[in-house]
């Protein structure tokens, strides 16, 4: 058996045809109860994404009552209606996207020209540099917090979207994957560039970042979701329910609106929307870009 | 550039050219520059403030760094029962939370791995709580584990059972937040333990199954020894992430860090004494203290990487 798969490696058949006879076999049984036992986990896994998604729909009265259900007497949007006029979502959906599209287009600007630099050209200390952003990647942002605000708080910025954008915007990570992701290219066609005249600067235009598609659109991807979804940095610089931005604003109703269940999860439901739309739009890229930053 | 061109001239054509060289280390430069200047305002700077302020008593309310106190907020620190409870706790989460996001995504990206169709809906399930923010989890979470209408305490009461007090006993609290966490950022795993799996050789598996290898066998002498890597950089990266454990601790306790403090994390101890309490010195102080702990365990860990890749 073992010399006919050796001798018909390239036949694609031939595997699906082993599984069949394999259907004798007493592990298929077996096989069949673990994926029937993660199908139920899955399952399990979106209950309380579904439990949410459902109360956001129940009038208020019908969310507090015992035993719980799961059936709408009353399928309704006022809680959502009710989310808009009483908190200033709307306010903090614009906060958002305001800032993630600025931290995003500015970390792959800067990210990528470095991670440029550090795999295509010389220059003096670049050793140093390139030691200096390994360590970085090192330096846990979340423990600097204190300093970070005192900072913001002496030059008179905190509330402002010069707080909320600029500290996100330095990834050390995304230059060291675009400095990978420059290294696995061909120099060739730079050199080629070089020699006919063109500039640095040229090159990493017309040529770099038009090569560098994949690892741009994955960091893209992931700084997008990771500073939408920040939650330390914007809770501290921006006290003012004006500069909130989704994740602090939501913070506050959890706390702040206490009794109102249907609101509290139309809210959970309102801030989930925007990435999961983005999920299903860049499901590839991001499970694409999870194993490949992993696994580097 | 006038005198640069004159040695040029002078010079076998496949030399370096000066000019050349020099007009490209300033455009290296100035490639970095964007970057390096952000890191060293908003990375640098920061962590030399803090060891700076750690130094004073720098109060929130008051411009300036305040008065020297030498190591007295260290000292201070060292000798508060409550900021070893901090850190204790996110050590425990570390330690309760790491091995069940190790282990269930494996078994899940195993079992999945090999189904030929209907993949993407693991991924749609297991995944998507990934990619939400800390406070729509806080809000679904702290609705679930609501003790009169929540959903589990419903369950429970179904089966006859009585309600724990998930987020109201001292016992039980951080292990309900450890609940939400496996739940939340199971999916991180799972994808990268799945991409893992697709490295993995097809050809070992078919020659496996022809030998008669049972299926455990395989996911015991294949998958994991496999894995190694993949199974060494989750767990890294775990570590590093539960250390930093802020959000859903804070949201979900609404700030109070449990009853008791008995679910308060490292993080919040710095957030309660660095903003709440006003006191920058002593904030950045424990800040520190925290930062150094979290260096030390990402480096311990990388030289472990290192000797075990040279080992294979």
């Known amino acids: ?296 | 550039m006038s005198t640069a061109a004159l040695p040029r001239t002078a010079r076998p054509v496949s030399r370096p050219r000066p000019d050349r060289l020099r007009a490209g280390e300033l455009a290296g430069a100035g490639f970095v520059a964007p970057f390096l200047v952000l890191y060293a305002l908003f990375l640098i700077l920061p962590l030399v403030l803090a060891v700076i302020m750690s130094l004073f008593n720098t109060s929130l309310v008051i411009p300036g760094l305040g008065t020297f106190v030498g190591l007295k907020n260290y000292g201070e620190l060292f000798s508060d029962d409550y900021f070893w409870q901090a850190m204790w706790h996110t050590v425990l989460f570390t330690l309760v939370s790491t091995p069940f996001l190790i282990v269930l995504p494996l078994l899940f990206a195993i079992a999945v791995h090999r189904l030929s169709h209907g993949r993407w809906f693991f991924r749609l399930a297991f995944f998507l709580p990934y990619i939400l923010p800390s406070a729509v989890i806080a809000l679904i979470w702290t609705f679930m584990y609501e003790p009169a209408y929540g959903l589990l305490d419903g369950i429970l009461h179904f089966f006859g059972l009585g309600a724990p007090g998930w987020l109201s006993s001292t016992t039980l609290t951080l292990y309900s937040i450890v609940i939400v966490t496996i739940w939340w950022t199971i999916g991180f795993n799972f994808v990268l333990f799945v991409a893992g799996l697709q490295d993995s050789p097809r050809d070992l598996y078919e020659a496996a199954e022809l030998d008669g290898a049972s299926w455990w066998a395989q996911v015991r002498r294949i998958t994991i020894p496999m894995l190694g890597r993949t199974i060494t950089l989750v767990a890294v990266l775990q570590v590093i992430a539960s250390l930093k454990i802020f959000d859903q601790v804070y949201l979900i306790t609404q700030g109070g860090g449990g009853p008791n403090f008995s679910a308060r994390v490292a993080l919040e101890y710095i957030y309660d004494y660095g903003f709440t309490s006003g006191r920058v010195g002593y904030g950045s102080a424990a800040s520190l203290v925290l930062f150094v702990v979290i260096l030390v365990i990402s480096f311990a860990w990388l030289a472990l990487v290192r000797r075990q890749e040279k080992g294979v």
């Open chain 1, 1 to 296: 058996m073992s010399s006919h798969a050796a001798e018909t490696p390239s036949r694609p058949a031939a595997p699906k045809a082993r599984d069949r006879q394999l259907v004798q076999r007493p592990d298929v049984l077996f096989r069949r109860c673990v994926t029937g036992v993660v199908i139920a986990l899955a399952l399990l896994w979106l209950v309380p994404v579904a439990w949410a998604l459902d109360t956001s729909l129940k009038a208020e009265p019908d969310t507090i009552k015992i035993p719980v259900s799961w059936a709408i007497p009353h399928l309704t949007l006022s809680a959502y209606s009710l989310d808009f006029s009483a908190t200033d979502i709307g306010r903090w959906y614009i906060n958002s996207a305001i800032v993630a599209v600025i931290v995003t287009v500015l970390t792959v600007f800067t990210a990528s020209m470095a991670g440029y630099a550090l795999s295509r050209q010389r220059f003096r200390g670049k050793p140093l540099v390139y030691a200096a952003i390994l360590a970085g990647i090192m330096i846990p942002p979340q423990a600097l917090m204190v300093p970070l605000f005192r900072e913001f708080q002496s030059v008179h910025l905190i509330n402002t979207y010069w707080a909320l954008i600029l500290p996100q915007v330095p990834a050390p990570i995304a230059v060291f994957i675009f400095k990978k992701f420059f290294d696995g290219q061909p120099i060739e066609l730079d050199q080629a560039a070089r020699v006919d005249g063109a500039s640095w600067w040229t090159c990493y235009r017309r040529i770099g970042l038009p090569l560098a598609r994949s690892a741009v659109s994955a960091v893209a991807i992931f700084t997008f979701v990771w500073t939408w979804n920040n939650f330390l940095w914007p809770f501290l610089s921006a006290t003012n329910q004006n500069m909130m931005t989704i994740p602090v604003g939501l913070g506050t109703v959890i706390s702040g609106t206490g009794i109102i269940n249907a609101l509290q999860m139309a809210s959970a439901v309102l801030g989930a929307l925007p990435l999961v739309m983005v999920f299903l739009l860049g499901q590839r890229q991001i499970v694409e870009g999870v194993a490949g930053t992993g696994l580097k």
